[in-house]
C-alpha cells in the first residue's frame, strides 16, 4: 500500500500538474473578484462589465460557443463560423450527458483539458530534455501564461493545446496515426490548427535522412490530417452557407485585412503613446517578448518545434487588429519551451513564475471588465 501511494504521489499528475492547475484557477478566481469589486467603483466608466456564467467563465468566445453548443450556427449568422465546430460540438454531448448544463459542460471540457494539456506537456519536456525540473518548470510556465486564464474559461484553448502537444508526441515517437488523429482534432478545433502540417514535413523529411526513402501512409495521414480538419469544417460552411472562406472573410471585419507583421510591429509601437495604446500598443511589449522566444526556441529546440510557433505568431500578428494576440501566441505552445530554456536559474524562474502570474490576474480582470480582448 505504501509503494502504491509512494507512486501514485510521485505521479507527474500529483507532482507537477496538478498543483499549477490548481493554483492558476485560484487565481482567475481572484481575477473574477476583482472584476465584480472593480466594476462597482467604474460607475460611468466607458469600460462595461462582461460577466457572464459562473464567474464570468463563458464570457467573450465563451458566450459564443455555449449558443452555438446550444443551438447550432444557423440561427447567429455568418459571424459565428469563425468558430470552429469541435469544441462546442463536443459541449453539446457532455451538455446532454449533465442534463442540459451546457455551460457546466464546456467549462469541464477546458478545465479537464488543461490538466491534459499540462500532462502532455510535461511527457514532451521530458521526452526531449530528460530533465525532470525542466518539465515541472514547462507545466507551471503553461498554467500561468499571461493568457492562460482562458484555459479554465469556456474556450477552446484548452483541448486545441492537448490536440497540438499531442500530434508532436507523435512526430518525435514516430507514431504517426497518433499524430494524424491529433492533427485532425487540432484543425477542428482552430483556425491555426491546419499549422501543425508544417511541423508535421519538418518530422517526416527528419525521418526519411535516417534512411527511409518513401513516405508511408501513415506519415502523409500525419502530414494532411490537420489541413483536413480545417477543410472537411469549410466544406461544410461551404454547402450549409454558400460560402466555403466565410469563418476567414468574417475575421477580416473583426481583425483587419492582412498587413506583414514587420509593419503591424512597428505601427503599435507608434500606438503606444496614442489613443490607442491600451487596446492595441498594449500587445506590442508582449509581441517583442514573443519574438525573441520564438528565436530561442529555434535556437535550441529541434526546428519543428520553432516552425510551428513561428507560424502561429506571425498569423497573430499578420492583421491590423492584433487583439487576443497572448491568446493566439499560447496556441503557438513552443513558445513555453523558450521560457523552459532562459529560465533554467531559479532565481531567472522565480521572476518568470510571478511576472506571468501577476500579468495573467491583470489581463483576466481586465478582460471581464471589458477593457481587454482575450
Not at 457572464?52 to 459564443?64: C, F, I, K, Y
Not at 482562458?150 to 497518433?178: P, Q, T
Not at 521572476?351 to 478582460?367: E, N, R
Amino acid at each position: 500500500m505504501n509503494a502504491r501511494r509512494s507512486r501514485w504521489a510521485g505521479s507527474p499528475l500529483v507532482s507537477a500538474v496538478l498543483p499549477s492547475w490548481l493554483f492558476a484557477r485560484v487565481l482567475v478566481v481572484v481575477a473574477s473578484l476583482l472584476a465584480r469589486v472593480s466594476t462597482k467603483w467604474l460607475v460611468g466608466h466607458p469600460f462595461t462589465a462582461n460577466v457572464h456564467g459562473p464567474l464570468g467563465w463563458v464570457s467573450w468566445d465563451g458566450s459564443w460557443y455555449e449558443t452555438i453548443a446550444r443551438g447550432g450556427y444557423g440561427h447567429l449568422g455568418k459571424e459565428s463560423l469563425r468558430f470552429f465546430p469541435l469544441f462546442p460540438m463536443l459541449g453539446k454531448a457532455l451538455g446532454w450527458v449533465l442534463g442540459g448544463n451546457t455551460q457546466l459542460a464546456l467549462l469541464a471540457l477546458a478545465n479537464v483539458g488543461a490538466l491534459g494539456a499540462g500532462l502532455l506537456l510535461h511527457r514532451l519536456v521530458l521526452d526531449e530534455t530528460g530533465d525532470r525540473a525542466a518539465a515541472s518548470r514547462s507545466v507551471w510556465y503553461l498554467a500561468l501564461f499571461p493568457s492562460a486564464f482562458v484555459l479554465a474559461w469556456a474556450y477552446a484553448e484548452s483541448l486545441f493545446l492537448c490536440a497540438a502537444i499531442g500530434a508532436f508526441i507523435g512526430y518525435r515517437r514516430g507514431r504517426w496515426w497518433w499524430a494524424a488523429l491529433a492533427g485532425l482534432a487540432a484543425g477542428l478545433l482552430r483556425p491555426v490548427g491546419c499549422l501543425l502540417a508544417i511541423p508535421a514535413v519538418v518530422e517526416v523529411v527528419r525521418t526519411r535522412g535516417r534512411g527511409r526513402k518513401l513516405v508511408s501512409t501513415d506519415q502523409a495521414a500525419a502530414v494532411l490530417a490537420p489541413v483536413a480538419g480545417l477543410i472537411a469544417y469549410l466544406a461544410w460552411v461551404g454547402v450549409r452557407f454558400g460560402d466555403w472562406f466565410a469563418p476567414y472573410t468574417v475575421q477580416e471585419g473583426l481583425r483587419g485585412k492582412t498587413v506583414d507583421p514587420i509593419t503591424r510591429l512597428v505601427d503599435g509601437v507608434k500606438q503606444l503613446g496614442g489613443s490607442q495604446g491600451l487596446k492595441q500598443g498594449l500587445h506590442v511589449p508582449f509581441a517583442v517578448i514573443f519574438v525573441v522566444l520564438v528565436l530561442v526556441v529555434l535556437w535550441r529546440w529541434p526546428v519543428s518545434y520553432g516552425l510551428f510557433a513561428a507560424a502561429v505568431l506571425v498569423v497573430a500578428l499578420g492583421s491590423a487588429n492584433i487583439n487576443s494576440l497572448e491568446r493566439y501566441a499560447l496556441g503557438g505552445f513552443p513558445i513555453v519551451l523558450g521560457l523552459v530554456t532562459i529560465s533554467g536559474d531559479d532565481r531567472v524562474d522565480r521572476i518568470v513564475t510571478a511576472g506571468s502570474a501577476a500579468t495573467m490576474v491583470a489581463l483576466a480582470s481586465l478582460a471581464l471588465v471589458g477593457a481587454y480582448v482575450p
